[in-house]
């Protein structure tokens, strides 16, 4: 699918507008939420427009494509007769698969998806490979029936002290996603438990002063999400329909 500037830039102000309305709604400040643009049905122009519109965190959710558009995005900016120094930012926010942990490190700037300690630890052992440190999400899973993966959240805690046990990991969050709903209202006891979770772990000094992300909330239920603390939000479909 391709989306022109125009549109994009559009469908930006109202989504700015509506994140503007929840986070007044919830005495939070606009300012503490991050869009990153959900890039996985656009074709390689509409990511550049993307960026054009100011957008410059950028999510696929399967590990091919991100390494292929990571590195085509780059080529293009690198291009460019004025080079404007912007770089994006790339999420792997789709489940992750152990023998492609080698090649999403590789593009990918953060990964919203470890879910369990074996992932972690082969995270960790590439990283430590590549002199690099890994930026990390704890995906959780809020609602057993509606979600694959995830982890449950009662094995959350544990799991995060372990990750932060990693010395090639640094530990930013948490992320879940919720089911698809024509109701954002059904999802919002999902983001609750995830804040409530996430400040139980704050507590505990679980990841310290990195842990400060909230990732949860797509173009479905975004608004909802901020109302109930996300800081950050993964959108697609809101941003380049028409
Ligand atoms: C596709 C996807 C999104 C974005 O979904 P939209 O409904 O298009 O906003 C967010 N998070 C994950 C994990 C996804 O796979």
């Known amino acids: 699918m391709s989306v022109t500037k125009n549109k994009i830039a559009k469908n930006l102000k109202a989504i700015r507008l509506n994140i503007a309305d929840a986070a007044a709604h919830a005495g939070r400040l606009p300012d503490e939420v991050t869009i990153i643009a959900v890039t996985k049905s656009v074709d390689i122009e509409t990511i550049k427009n993307c960026i054009d519109a100011g ?29 404007t120094g912007i770089r994006p930012r790339w999420h792997m926010i789709g489940h992750l698969q152990r023998n492609k942990v080698k090649q999403t490190l590789e593009s990918a700037d953060c990964i919203h998806s470890v879910d369990s300690l074996r992932l972690a630890e082969e995270i960790d052992e590439r990283a430590e490979q590549m002199d690099k440190v890994a930026d990390v999400l704890l995906q959780i899973n809020c609602s057993k029936e509606a979600q694959k993966f995830g982890v449950a ?90």
């Open 55 to 83: 957008l410059t965190d950028l999510a696929e959710s399967r590990t091919q494509q991100l390494a292929e558009r990571a590195q085509e995005i780059s080529a293009a900016l690198s291009r460019r007769r004025s080079d």
């Open 153 to 242: 959240v009662g094995a959350a805690l544990h799991l995060g002290e372990m990750i932060c046990s990693l010395k090639n990991l640094r530990l930013l969050g948490m992320m879940t996603m919720a089911a698809e709903t024509d109701d954002p209202e059904t999802t919002r006891p999902i983001f609750t438990r995830l804040r409530e979770l996430f400040e139980e772990m704050q507590k505990e000094k679980i990841g310290g002063e990195d842990f400060r992300l909230l990732s949860m909330g797509m173009s479905q239920d975004y608004q909802v999400a901020v109302q109930e603390g996300a800081t950050v939000l993964r959108i697609g479909s809101a941003l380049f329909n028409s």
